[in-house]
T-cell receptor, first 113, second 112 residues
Framework: DVKVTQSSRYLVKRTGEKVFLECVQDMDHENMFWYRQDPGLGLRLIYFSYDVKMKEKGDIPEGYSVSREKKERFSLILESASTNQTSMYLC????????????FGSGTRLTVV | DQQVKQNSPSLSVQEGRISILNCDYTNSMFDYFLWYKKYPAEGPTFLISISSIKDKNEDGRFTVFLNKSAKHLSLHIVPSQPGDSAVYFCAASVGGYQKVTFGTGTKLQVIP
């Protein structure tokens, strides 16, 4: 089974802090994604990556950046955390084109105070 | 602009009955559709998918129907079980492109 591991289940950070959310997958998948889930808004794509050192903006990239130095690891960075970034963050990975079926991590509940 | 819409935020169904979850989309380029199930405090799990060359796909108790002319798909669960209680997300993508657009979710409650 593909496993996607997010390093933290719960995080509380202060406004203005730089925050790192880590995600690791163990099935050699090329594609990795970061979503956030908010009530009434569903899952919204922040950034994704098709390969090491490659990144593309999703639908809501403002206030975020990403890093993919190794194939198995995809990090989401909040440059200066704000209260409107309080959310559930979900990392996912998938195999080649056409498969579409993501495997998600368990999520990180981030609260910015 | 919400390209994938789930207009019912919640649905309650008696155990053993059929659950029907609906989804509409606006982007005519979408040609691959998926349903995910999410329990609290867990990530979504892939449930079933359908390509636009089909109008029905079945997997056990789960069937997805696609009506391309209406830009509508639905997920049928028969019979519904209490363990099916979860949030269901409809999702869509274009061709082999890996970016998937999700709907807002429908919370299904199956009452024993």
């Amino acid at each position: 089974d593909v496993k996607v591991t997010q390093s933290s289940r719960y995080l509380v950070k202060r406004t203005g802090e730089k925050v790192f959310l880590e995600c690791v997958q163990d099935m050699d998948h090329e594609n990795m994604f970061w979503y956030r889930q908010d009530p009434g808004l569903g899952l919204r794509l922040i950034y994704f990556s098709y390969d090491v050192k490659m990144k593309e903006k999703g639908d809501i990239p403002e206030g975020y950046s990403v890093s993919r130095e190794k194939k198995e690891r995809f990090s989401l960075i909040l440059e200066s955390a704000s209260t409107n970034q309080t959310s559930m963050y979900l990392c996912a990975s998938s195999g080649g084109p056409g498969l579409g079926g993501y495997t998600f991590g368990s999520g990180t509940r981030l609260t910015v105070v | 602009d919400q390209q994938v819409k789930q207009n019912s935020p919640s649905l309650s169904v008696q155990e053993g009955r059929i659950s029907i979850l609906n989804c509409d989309y606006t982007n005519s380029m979408f040609d691959y559709f998926l349903w995910y199930k999410k329990y609290p405090a867990e990530g979504p799990t892939f449930l079933i998918s359908i390509s636009s060359i089909k109008d029905k796909n079945e997997d056990g108790r789960f069937t997805v129907f696609l009506n391309k002319s209406a830009k509508h798909l639905s997920l049928h669960i028969v019979p519904s079980q209490p363990g099916d209680s979860a949030v269901y997300f409809c999702a869509a993508s274009v061709g082999g492109y890996q970016k998937v657009t999700f709907g807002t979710g429908t919370k299904l409650q199956v009452i024993p």
